[in-house]
């Protein structure tokens, strides 16, 4: 099983796809300007405490105040906010907590107002980035996350991943943790760490530690409401997770992302840093490799199975809700309730695609075909969880109920990914006004003509539709060698079919947009201006 990374940068920012043999599993998009990201840690300000609720709002810059429960507050709290106080009021404090006496653990059925008062500054880490109306949600539990360790604050329990199973590497584990972490820091043992030498689980420790360091410099000079710890970004924290022997390349379409991508890979897996691969083509990278294509047929409403069915993927502000129909499936199996399995055994695989591709979270209801035999009911919940079980983010999944219903719930951390896949009418452009399709041909060789003799424009490219390119380089004299004779100049012209039938593109030779609207607009008065005056 392969697994392979493509990340495209643009000016908005960065689009990560993962693919898994050759079948889009997960999207994101790296927005460059969004902020409140899963694991930033902020230093905020109590705004509100409400004991209705056993919970405060915290103020941390976001225009909605960030929820923080009681249950959120972790046994250590008050450690932290010693510690808090004593950096901020001390220039001069230790970053780091050797001979640090921690305070008493908070009652777990305690009230928040025994806990915090209002204008309080305290330090608090993102768990769940703001979604629809809602602000972030917050913890005080702090932690910092490293490829094969997380580093915990004011802790000193050293606990192992439950997917290590053998008990002596277990043991191992702890012994050597136990030996090389820092006082009153608690430690972590992810599932990565299995198996590994003493050298790299320091490695990470120590980069953990010195990241701890640094946000503590940076809160002795911090005010209010600022960034005290940035999480990794996106791309950063997927290489993080999933870096492992399945990973057989990495593909980027910028230089300058190349060698930040290569310079982090060399630090925390130098054996994994030739897989990470420059693309240079002509095409965009996601048009070439299809992932646009996926993009396309993945998104929408109605998803087809290879089979002959389809899932109908309907969202509310409550629970996601995901059908599952037959279609018109031709009947190769003996009755209808091996038609049923069958089926839903396909649909399984699509619906736990479906889930981390939009990255889904709360409550899922999938409603799978009817089918009556119990035996196969348990088929459809094993074979559910077969395909869940490399999900990232936690989720618990029920058995089917009499009705042949499905529910799933997965955490939600993040906004969910929603991409629009209808297209604007390629014919009006969104206007609903109707412009002659036929002419859009003669529009370009207007315009190009334009480009060559005013501006003086070289090595032009041309984006259009795929029927457009066909139009243009088709048959041995085709139109864009009439250009070349006309102009004695060359002219790329690339094809893109995330374009409308009517929509193209001039780029220069430094891949810029070519902007001529105004002087097209221009010579167009002006010709409207002297037809009038022959009429």
């Not at 915990?152 to 991943?161: G, I, L």
């Not at 012994?175 to 990470?204: M, Q």
């Not at 396309?296 to 389809?310: A, D, E, I, P, W």
Request: hydrophobic residues 35%; neutral net charge; charged residues 30%.
């Amino acid at each position: 099983m392969s697994n392979e990374l493509f990340i495209s940068s643009g000016q908005d920012g960065e689009r990560i796809a993962l693919i898994n043999d050759k079948r889009l599993v997960e999207y994101h998009f790296e927005d460059q300007t969004r902020k409140f990201n899963v694991g930033d840690i902020y230093l905020g300000v109590v705004r509100k405490v409400v004991p209705g609720l056993n919970a405060a709002f915290i103020d941390v810059g976001y225009e909605k105040d960030a929820f923080l429960h009681y249950f959120d507050l972790g046994p250590k709290v008050k450690s932290l906010t010693k510690f808090t106080k004593t950096v901020l009021n001390n220039a001069s404090a230790p970053t780091l907590l050797k001979k640090f006496e921690l305070e008493p653990e908070i009652k777990k059925e305690g009230k928040m107002p025994q806990v915090v008062d209002k204008g309080q500054q305290v330090l608090v880490q993102v768990v769940k980035e703001p979604i629809s109306s809602k602000g972030p949600r917050l913890s005080c539990e702090l932690s910092l996350a490293g490829r094969y360790l997380v580093l915990v604050p004011f802790s000193n329990v050293v606990s192992v991943s439950k997917k290590i199973a053998d008990k002596d590497e277990r043991q191992r584990l702890v012994r050597l943790i136990s030996s090389i972490r820092p006082e009153n820091f608690g430690v972590i043992i992810r599932t990565v760490a299995s198996g590994k030498e003493v050298a790299e689980l320091d490695k990470d420790l120590r980069q953990l530690v010195k990241t701890w360091e640094d946000g503590i410099t940076v809160l002795k000079k911090a005010r209010p409401k600022d960034l005290i710890i940035g999480e990794l970004d996106r791309t950063s924290s997927i290489l993080r997770d999933m870096l492992n022997e399945s990973f057989d390349s990495i593909h980027v379409d910028s230089k300058e992302v190349y060698d930040d991508i290569r310079s982090y890979i060399k630090n925390i897996a130098p054996d994994k840093e030739k897989i990470v691969k420059l693309y240079q083509g002509k095409t965009k990278m996601f048009e070439h490799v299809g992932v646009e294509k996926q993009l396309k047929t993945l998104f929408g409403k109605s998803v087809s199975l290879s089979g002959g069915g389809y899932l109908i993927i309907e969202h509310t502000e409550a629970l996601h809700v995901i059908d599952v129909n037959s279609g018109n499936k031709s009947n190769n199996e003996g009755s209808q309730e091996e038609t049923a399995l069958y089926t839903n055994i396909e649909a399984c695989r699509e619906v736990a695609r479906q889930l981390r591709l939009r990255d889904m979270g709360g409550i899922i209801v999938v409603d799978f075909i009817d089918m009556k035999n119990p035996d196969n009911r348990k088929v459809i919940y094993e074979r559910m969880k077969l395909e869940m079980k490399d999900d990232r983010s936690k989720n618990v999944i029920l058995p089917l109920s009499k009705f042949g219903l499905m529910q799933i719930t997965r955490e939600r951390v993040r906004p969910q990914t929603n991409l629009i896949t209808a297209e604007v009418c390629p014919t009006c452009n969104g206007t609903g006004k109707i412009s002659a399709s036929l002419a859009v041909a003669d529009q370009i060789e207007h315009k190009l003509d334009y480009i060559i003799t005013k501006q003086n424009e070289r090595n032009i490219k041309l984006m259009v539709h795929p029927y457009l390119y066909s139009y243009f380089t088709a048959g041995l004299i085709s139109r864009r060698m009439r250009w070349y004779l006309r102009y004695y100049r060359w002219v790329r012209i690339q094809q893109d079919s995330s374009f409308g039938l009517t929509e193209f593109r001039f780029m220069n030779e430094l891949s810029q947009n070519i902007d001529m609207e105004s002087e097209m607009e221009q010579i167009d008065i002006h010709s409207e201006e002297f037809i009038s005056e022959k009429e």
